[in-house]
Each structure stands twice: as structure tokens, then as C-alpha cells.
């Protein structure tokens, strides 16, 4: 699967030598690089070898086959001349697998990560909904707002920065759930299906949100910062541990319970779900992921090829704990997927994406995720994994984190106007 490092991403053409220039002028991460437009491209005076070659990654790395980057981009043609080759001219001069060419070729949809429903959705460049958590934690209900996104703080030019923000509310309105979706509400978790011809039943889970306190107070140490072009890959000295609170006293934050890094299921969620980075920035919202094992090689094969936010590490399990209603959600590999069809179907989803995987590691505890309000508001949103390898969905997270953003801006406004009659 496509690797989040930009060493990786610019491989060793002409965008290699181009790497100080981009740290320099904030396209530091890879899913903010892929928003670059043409006027971005000017402000650093790109050549036009450049400009191309990174359209050719851009596209490459949609649909998880950076592999042929660096042979494409030595062709010396552009994108669309590329794509209108023969299969037979890809085969012979570029050694394309023909699996792969159909992906290649396939204009429409970039390596699908969500196929239930699936989303055709490029990498940040997609839509959002909304809901907002309460110190109870419920959530407010009402009309859906239009989405004002934040301004991304970059250092283009004012009408480059114009025209990404346009770029990133498309993507965002995309994204809005649709008529006729059914919303699972504030708990959320995949469809409990007989397993063994119905001679299993799936292990019951929580239908209630946490207790905020519960998860506030949770400990929890760094293992990772956010990536950024080159950096060190892990944290050399470990930060002590904090509480949780720390991590949305400002901001709200979304949190993926990662069942295993080695697993090829988890690395396919975590990856589709950073993909959509640049949107969460606009948003106003963080993006961690938390471990409940610290095995250093498998942090480091996970980061920041699958995932290059922030890993935490939940030693006491505490997340995962809450996620079962106070005790570890497990499930057993031969009852939860060799005679479970759903995480048999998650499995093949993974595997399309072109994700390595390996089986180190506790794999039985399941995970979820979290979308956590700024300060003590609430959990807005908390899915289960009932399933081996079930995705939150996608177009919920990017609602709910909306509707952060949405209440968030009128508590501003709300201030802003008591303060003028004061």
C-alpha cells in the first residue's frame, strides 16, 4: 500500500531535490501534498518535469501502486499520456502487473476502502456531516448546518489558499451522508450476522456511550509525533505519561483503537482514515491513533507508512476497556473469523487495498473509535468493532466531526456577540 512518508512518495525523481523547499513552505505531510494545486505549484516554481511527476504520484498513490512511481516518472511522459497507452504497452515497457493496469486504468475509483457502501473517494478530496457531543454525552439534534471549513494554515499565495479551501469544502460536502443512509447513532458497530450457519452468535457489545469521566482520565504515553518530512521515524526518548484530557482540552479529536499494527485489516483502516487528513485539519480536528501493546518494530513498520498522526500507547488498555462497556471486547480466530463471513469480507476488502501484514502481536482484543469534544464536553461519537475488521463509516466520522466544528464556531459567535453588549 501507498506509504504515507514523502521519501517514499517522491521517490527518487524530480521532486527528490525539491524536499527542502516543500518543508519550507508547509507541504510537509503527504495527504496535505496531494491538495497542491497550480497556483500552489507556481508559488515554488515548480518545473513543468516536476508538476507532472507529481500528478503521476498523486494518482499512483490513490490507487496504492507507488510501486511503478519512479519507472513512470523516468518515462518522461505526463499522466495522460500514460493513460493512454495500450494494456499491452504497460505490460511490456513498464512490467505492470494486469490486475494492476485495470486499477491504472480505472479512472473513476482509486482503490475503494469502504466498499460497504463503497466510496469512490480520492484521498482528501471528499464530503463531511455533523454532531456534537453535551457533558452528558448526548447529542444535540436539529437541522444539519452548511460547513464553513477552517482555513489551513499554509504558506501560498492568498488566492492559492482560496482555491485549496474551495478544493477541501467540495471534498467535504462529498462526504455528506446521503438520503437514505441509516445513521447508527451516537453508538455505533457493524451488523451482528450469525456465524457457522447460525450456530454461532457474535459476543454482545455496549449500546450506551462511555462515561466520559471514565476515558479522561485514562493514561496514556506518546510513542510518535505527527510526521513530518524528515523526521526521526520514532520517538528516541519516551514522553512520560499523561492524562488523555490533554489531548482535546483545545481541540476535538478523533481516536482509532487500533486492534493489532500488524494487522493487514487495521493498517487498511488506519490508512483510509488518514488519508482524509487535510479535511480533518480544516475541520479543527486531531487524529490519533492508540496502541494497547508497545512492540517497537511493529510501531515502526506502522508509522508513518500506514498511519502519520500520533501513535499513543494505552498500556492499561483503558480505551479498549471502555469500548466493551468496562471490560476488553475479545473475540476467538476460529469463532470471530474463519466461521465469520463479515470479517472474512473485511479481510478481502484489506487485501484489495494491497496491505502487508504479519501476526505479531495480541489480535483478539477489538478496538473502535472515539470522536472526543474540545474540553469536557462529551464523547460526540464511539464505534465497536463487533466484526474482525469493521470500519467505522467513514461519512459518519466526517458528520460528526461537522458538527463539532459547526457547534464550536457558534459558541465563538455566541461570545463575540455577549461581549458587544457587555
Known amino acids: 500500500m501507498a506509504s504515507f512518508s514523502v521519501e517514499d512518495f517522491v521517490g527518487d525523481g524530480a521532486l527528490k531535490g525539491l524536499l ?11 495527504p496535505t501534498l496531494k491538495i497542491m494545486n497550480s497556483g500552489d505549484m507556481d508559488a515554488i516554481n515548480m518545473t513543468r518535469q516536476q508538476k507532472d511527476a507529481l500528478e503521476i504520484r498523486c494518482y499512483l498513490h490513490d490507487r496504492a501502486l507507488m510501486l511503478y512511481g519512479d519507472k513512470l516518472e523516468a518515462s518522461g511522459k505526463g499522466l495522460p499520456e500514460l493513460l493512454g497507452l495500450s494494456n499491452a504497452e504497460l505490460y511490456a515497457q513498464y512490467g505492470m502487473k494486469r490486475g494492476h493496469i485495470a486499477r491504472f486504468m480505472d479512472r473513476t475509483n482509486p482503490c475503494a476502502a469502504d466498499p460497504f457502501p463503497a466510496l469512490n473517494a480520492l484521498p482528501s478530496r471528499r464530503k463531511i456531516m455533523t454532531t456534537v457531543p ?59 450476522e450469525p456465524r457457522a450457519c447460525g450456530c454461532m452468535q457474535p459476543p454482545p457489545i455496549v449500546d450506551s456511550v462511555a462515561p466520559y469521566p471514565i476515558i479522561e482520565n485514562i493514561s496514556v504515553q506518546k510513542l510518535t509525533p505527527e510526521y513530518k518530512i524528515g523526521m526521526e521515524r520514532l520517538v528516541k526518548t519516551k514522553t512520560p505519561p499523561m492524562k488523555a484530557l490533554e489531548l482535546w482540552r483545545d481541540k476535538p479529536a478523533v481516536l482509532i483503537c487500533i486492534r493489532r499494527p500488524g494487522c493487514i485489516m487495521c493498517r487498511a483502516e488506519a490508512h483510509q482514515l488518514y488519508a482524509k487528513k487535510p479535511m480533518f485539519d480544516a475541520l479543527g480536528i486531531q487524529l490519533f491513533a492508540v496502541l494497547h501493546e508497545h512492540v517497537e518494530a511493529e510501531v515502526k513498520d506502522f508509522w508513518p507508512r500506514y498511519w502519520g498522526g500520533v501513535v499513543l500507547y494505552d498500556k492499561g488498555m483503558e480505551f479498549f476497556k471502555a469500548l466493551g462497556g468496562g471490560k476488553l471486547l475479545k473475540d476467538k480466530f476460529i469463532s470471530g473469523f474463519l466461521f465469520n463471513p463479515r470479517a472474512i469480507a473485511n479481510y478481502k476488502r484489506a487485501k484489495a487495498m494491497g496491505v502487508e501484514q504479519n501476526f505479531k502481536g495480541e489480535g483478539e482484543i477489538k478496538g473502535g473509535l472515539f470522536i472526543v469534544g474540545r474540553g469536557k464536553s462529551g464523547i460526540a461519537y464511539q464505534f465497536i468493532e463487533r466484526n474482525f475488521g469493521d470500519w467505522a463509516p467513514l461519512s459518519e466520522v466526517v458528520e460528526i466531526c461537522s458538527r463539532l466544528q459547526d457547534q464550536q464556531q457558534s459558541q465563538v459567535e455566541s461570545f463575540k456577540t455577549s461581549q458587544e453588549y457587555e
Open 20 to 30: 527542502p523547499k516543500l518543508l519550507e513552505e508547509g507541504w510537509d505531510d503527504v
Open 134 to 192: 453535551s457533558s452528558n454525552n448526548r447529542i444535540y439534534k436539529g437541522e444539519l448546518s452548511s460547513v464553513n471549513t477552517r482555513k489551513m494554515h499554509m504558506r501560498s499565495p492568498a488566492t492559492s489558499a482560496a482555491n485549496s479551501d474551495v478544493t477541501l469544502e467540495k471534498s467535504i460536502s462529498d462526504l455528506k451522508i446521503k438520503d437514505g443512509h441509516i445513521f447508527k447513532g451516537i453508538v455505533a458497530a457493524g451488523p451482528a
